[in-house]
């Protein structure tokens, strides 16, 4: 029974990746070194007002999901264009 569930998750593509946690880093050192963790993720071009250190920590999920919850602890979002991830700041200019 356990390796027909394993087969359904595999299948589902519900697989999570490891978790990600980084402490009193520069923010686009966290951005970088998380996108760096998928090398098919290419690199991202990080908004030059994106600044500062932070501490991140975030469970095991999917790629999406993970960078937007790292992305949201570093007070940044992101938008993919052209294959091309643009990770921004969410403060107003």
Known sequence: MGILTIGIAMALNLRQEPAFEMHDTEKTVIIRAFFKRYDNMGEPRIDRSIKGKASVKVEGAKFELMLQ????????????????????SKKVK
């Open 69 to 88: 919850r790292i992305l949201t602890q570093v007070g940044a979002t992101y938008r993919y264009v052209g294959g091309v991830w643009q990770i921004i």
